[in-house]
């Protein structure tokens, strides 16, 4: 499956502690989105790496939230001291760069929060 | 930021035409417009993009107005595997503007 991964898929922990989320893209994007996704709502972006840069972080919805993508490849994305509104899908995405128009995005499975 | 506006939800029968139309008053000049649809427990799935007036692909078609102020997606001959929600996205590319709407949850009855 050549497609992109998320680890884990479910993932329940209680408030206060820390969750790390993993991200695979598809291997020749070099852009990397993350969204927070709740139930009956669009996805919300929250930060995107074009390779390892991070150009976009101002939208990471506190600093609890963190992300990475050390080599420019997989990705990470952090909550510390989680709390129960951080109870939601988070989904990972990619694609190719472009200076004009974006290309599509595709989107992982997603991982499921529950904060308890 | 600009802000996205869809129906929440709407109704056809298989072999109907759906429209669905999303408004987006404040459409930045570099924002192109993108639909994705979702089905329960996925990621959404690329559908079509454009940036204005009219393009078409094997699924869908997408109409743009001059103002851009809004923009339809028409589905053809809709089947019951169509029954998904769907998304319309501003998307500046390289500016990293990236604003869903909340979905419009189609529904196809047999």
């Known amino acids: 499956d050549t497609g992109v991964s998320q680890n884990p898929r479910h993932k329940i922990t209680k408030r206060g502690q820390n969750v790390t989320f993993r991200c695979d893209p598809i291997s020749e994007h070099n852009r990397l989105y993350w969204y927070r996704q709740t139930l009956g709502q669009g996805p919300e972006f929250l930060t995107y790496?074009?390779?390892?840069?991070?150009?976009?972080k101002s939208r990471l919805l506190s600093d609890r939230f963190s992300a990475e993508r050390p080599k420019g490849s997989f990705s990470t994305l952090e909550i510390q001291r989680t709390e129960q509104g951080d109870s939601a899908m988070y989904l990972c995405?990619?694609?190719?760069?472009?200076?004009?128009?974006?290309?599509?995005?595709?989107f992982g499975p997603g991982t499921r929060l529950t904060v308890t | 930021l600009a802000k996205t506006t869809q129906p929440i939800s709407m109704d056809s029968y298989e072999g109907q035409e759906v429209n669905i139309t999303c408004s987006h008053n404040n459409i930045a000049t570099n924002d192109y417009i993108t639909w994705y649809q979702q089905f329960p427990s996925q990621g959404p799935r690329f559908i079509i993009q454009?940036?204005?007036t009219k393009v078409t692909n094997e699924v869908a078609s997408l109409f743009i107005p001059a103002d851009r102020k809004s923009s339809t997606l028409s589905l053809p001959r809709v089947s019951l595997s169509d029954t998904a929600v769907y998304y319309c996205?501003?998307?500046?590319?390289?500016?990293?503007?990236?604003?869903f709407g909340k979905g419009t949850k189609l529904s196809v009855k047999p």
């Open positions: 790496f074009q390779n390892e840069a991070q150009l976009e």
């Open positions: 996205l501003l998307d500046g590319g390289s500016q990293g503007n990236l604003i």
């Open positions: 995405a990619s694609s190719l760069a472009a200076l004009g128009a974006p290309y599509e995005q595709y």
């Open positions: 454009g940036y204005k």
